[in-house]
């Protein structure tokens, strides 16, 4: 992705890259406040069981210390039952809370996807985003669920521990805190290595998912070149690779653990050990010993899961760094701070002038060279020329996917930088070369734009796109489910749903790029007459090669290496002589031996 940081910026970020999550989490104080008192309940009634056992140690072992004895184990019983249920409850909010927050990251992360301009997606593959949306998300799930629960949990208990081992024995606590440093700097420090190595893996992991969503794409294309076994062995190669890295983490994660409980009990025992000596010098009771091993045993215990939970954070902050990038990531189209109003009605105008451009992944390229072109309302406008020559740019540029390095584009008099894109866009229907049908009903993609449409202007549409018989034709109509990108209708059907699309939407600027390619020439000649009758009244741009469409234009631009080198209407462009007779010639001459050889 072009938005990520380098190594060194990477290594030097800490869980702090959790901080940017923070407030989706937050805005569930209540379920946050409900976790915490369920937690600081159960960390209590953990923290009480050793002042009894020291009670029982001390007092329940002589003479008359039954009914002592039974009293404590009653109120351990009860003890214990608070401990389930808050324990319980504890489960259930965090939880809970955990998918909540990892819901609305995933909406919010889509939901920024969709306002990103056609730059990023350049630049990005759709696998890569397809695993942040999913495998990465799921990792922050685990962080702001049961990772951040068990953290708290061992950290108030850690601490409430530390206390009460002080309140025992200061002595012995002195020497506790003392090896305390000792084994935190270790952890710290393998930490940092860990979110290292799990960025790597969730890296490797998304490089994986990007070739499995292309391949799968792909599958036809795939199997009629033979490459199935080519393909798996590739995929398997960046599975590998995933596997590889995550092992690494792991490796780092294990170690991470190992070497805290081995630090943590190392020093318990030795604690204990000193203890021993008080006890058997009589300055310590044997209860005291045993409530404070109780409390250094809590406290270790707590410090080594903390080690071991602090290994999952570090995993999750190397996910939520890979979200935090997409969600910080800034449009290069966005609507101006005080965006000025197109007129009403539309008037149907459109501008070029003196328009460069080049696009961001070939800056060093341009593809229009000072672009200069007017359009009147209600005016048919055929751009021509060779394949490169800048036509489907034009389309880029006036739906503003794309602003220009230099020149000013305008529709109604307006420059488009100057109005909100999306007011700018429902200005016009677009029918591209390459349609996109989604997997959904036929009425859901014909009315794709203007979801409000009634199923009798659905219907209407169709018909006037040459599509109703064919869509009839369907196991079950209009409420037939289409799959996915369309692949079971032919390229001719999925460009007549387009043209439906478009005609739905009745926008005053029509821009159809090559509308009736993948069309037989009587369905052409169907669609080409509901063209003309939705053209007329509406200022339209057509790029197109065949010239039964080019021949109804008002005027034909006719571009050359992103420039206009001609412009005429067919007539004088034929008597010219120049590149479009050109053009026309070869086309003539081709349909004329394609005609003879069906002959």
Same mark, same amino acid.
């Given at each position: ?48 069981? !050793? ?7 001390? *007092? ?17 019983? *009860?003890?214990?039952?608070?401990? &389930? ?22 909406? @919010? ?36 669920? @049961? ?9 108030? %208990? ?26 935190? %700097? ?6 940092? #290595? ?6 790597? #893996? ?11 969503? =292309? ?22 190669? #960046?599975?590998?690779?995933? +596997? ?15 070497? $805290?409980? +081995? %630090? ?27 409530? +404070? ?12 899961? *903390? ?9 999750? @902050? $190397?996910? @939520? ?14 609507? !101006? ?20 451009? &080049? ?25 021509? $020329? ?26 109604? $008099? ?36 203007? !979801? ?8 209407? &549409? ?16 209009? #409420? ?16 007549? %749903? ?68 001609? =412009?005429?209407?067919?007539?004088? *462009? ?16 081709? =349909? ?8």
């Amino acid at each position: 992705m072009a938005s990520h940081p380098d190594g060194s910026q990477r290594s030097n970020a800490a869980l702090s890259s959790l901080r940017p999550l923070l407030p989706y989490a937050l805005a569930y104080k209540g379920r946050i406040l409900a976790a915490l008192a369920a937690l600081v309940l159960a960390s209590a009634m953990t923290l009480v069981m !050793p002042v009894a056992v020291r009670r029982v140690i001390d *007092l329940g072992f002589t003479d008359g210390g039954r009914g002592l004895i039974n009293a404590y184990f009653g109120v351990l019983i *009860l003890v214990v039952g608070l401990l &389930a249920l808050a324990s319980a409850s504890r489960y259930y909010f965090v939880i809970t809370l955990g998918e909540r927050v990892v819901a609305d990251l995933r909406s @919010a992360v889509f939901r920024h996807l969709t306002s990103l301009d056609p730059a990023f997606f350049d630049q990005t593959k759709s696998g890569e985003i397809v695993s942040r949306l999913t495998a990465d998300t799921t990792q922050v799930k685990a962080a702001f669920g @049961a990772s951040i629960s068990i953290a708290l949990r061992n950290l108030f %208990l850690f601490l409430g521990a530390v206390a009460l081992m002080i309140v025992t024995s200061p002595k012995l606590s002195a020497l506790v805190l003392i090896a305390i440093p000792v084994i935190v %700097l270790p952890l710290v420090v393998s930490g940092r #290595a860990v979110r290292r190595r799990s960025r790597a #893996a969730q890296d490797r992991l998304a490089d994986a998912s990007a070739y499995a969503a =292309e391949a799968i794409g792909a599958v036809r294309t795939m199997q009629a070149f033979g490459m199935e076994r080519q393909t798996a062995l590739h995929f398997a190669s #960046a599975a590998e690779e995933a +596997f590889d890295a995550a092992r690494l983490s792991t490796t780092m994660r294990a170690f991470l653990t190992g070497i $805290g409980l +081995f %630090l943590v009990s190392a020093s318990v025992v030795g604690v204990l050990w000193y203890g021993a000596q008080d006890v058997m010098a009589g300055t310590m009771t044997a209860g005291q010993l045993s409530q +404070f091993v109780l409390y250094a045993v809590f406290a270790a215990s707590s410090l080594g899961q *903390l080690s071991e939970v602090y290994g999952e954070l570090a995993q999750a @902050a $190397g996910a @939520a760094e890979r979200l935090g990038e997409i969600l910080a990531a800034k449009p290069a189209i966005e609507a !101006p701070p005080a965006p000025k109003a197109l007129p009403q009605p539309s008037l149907g105008t459109v501008a070029f002038e003196n328009v460069h451009f &080049a696009y961001p992944t070939r800056s060093e390229q341009q593809a229009l060279h000072g672009l200069t072109f007017r359009m009147a309302p209600g005016e048919r406008v055929a751009l021509v $020329g060779p394949s490169g020559a800048g036509k489907s740019t034009v389309l880029q540029l006036l739906l503003r996917f794309y602003d220009p390095q230099q020149g000013t584009i305008l529709v109604d $008099g307006i420059p488009i930088k100057d109005t909100d894109p999306l007011a700018l866009r429902r200005r016009m229907a677009l029918v591209p070369q390459e349609p996109t049908v989604f997997a959904a009903s036929v009425f859901d993609n014909i009315r794709y734009g203007r !979801p409000e449409a009634s199923e009798e202007e659905v219907r209407h &549409a169709a018909e006037l796109a040459s599509a109703d018989g064919f869509i009839r034709a369907l196991p079950q109509g209009y #409420a037939t489910q289409i799959g996915e990108r369309g692949v079971t209708l032919s390229g001719g059907q999925r460009q007549r %749903l387009a043209i439906a699309r478009a005609i739905l939407k009745d926008a005053p600027i029509l821009l159809l790029d090559e509308a009736t390619s993948a069309l037989d020439a009587e369905s052409e000649k169907k669609v080409q007459v509901a063209l003309d009758r939705l053209m007329q009244g509406r200022t339209t741009l057509v790029i197109a090669h065949r010239l039964a469409t080019v021949r109804s234009a008002d005027r034909i631009l006719v571009m050359e290496g992103g420039c206009i080198v001609e =412009e005429g209407t067919h007539d004088t *462009l034929l008597a010219a002589s120049g590149l479009y007779a050109r053009l026309a010639h070869l086309q003539f001459t081709d =349909e004329h031996g394609r005609a003879q050889a069906a002959e």
